[in-house]
């Protein structure tokens, strides 16, 4: 069992940026892939950024490319999504959520969820 806490969300400025983290515990942090998916009203969940399990491997939703960042810390069971040039359409409730072995960005291959941090962009 893993359990996931997101934390960092807030209402920020367009152009702006914010810093959410999701800390991880219970079973070994670093055994997972990790995601970041989001959820905006009225829209299906998608996926944002994936990162596999020493981080050497990242994947980016091309709406995201080149504003947002994950990365992890292992040792600190954390996981982290940079995000800059923040627009109006990246508002939405940001979850993390821990996969398998391998870097994916398939939903139903997640297995642990967080409860997400809501993140809102001013216009």
């Known amino acids: 069992q893993v359990q996931l806490v997101e934390s960092g969300g807030g209402l920020v400025q367009a152009g702006g940026s914010l810093k959410v983290s999701c800390a991880a515990s219970?079973?070994?942090?670093?055994?997972?892939?990790m995601g970041w998916f989001r959820r905006a009203p009225g829209k299906e969940r998608e996926i944002v950024a994936a990162?596999?399990?020493?981080?050497?491997?990242?994947y980016y939703a091309d709406s995201v490319k080149g504003r947002f960042t994950i990365s992890r810390d292992n040792a600190k069971n954390t996981l982290y999504l940079q995000m800059n040039s923040l627009k109006p359409e990246d508002t939405a409730l940001y979850y993390c959520?821990?996969?398998?072995?391998?870097?994916?960005?398939?939903?139903?291959?997640?297995?642990?969820w967080g409860q997400g941090t809501q993140v809102t962009v001013s216009s």
């Open positions: 219970g079973r070994t942090f670093s055994a997972y892939a």
């Open positions: 990162i596999s399990r020493t981080g050497g491997d990242t």
């Open positions: 959520a821990a996969g398998g072995t391998v870097i994916t960005t398939n939903p139903w291959q997640y297995i642990y």
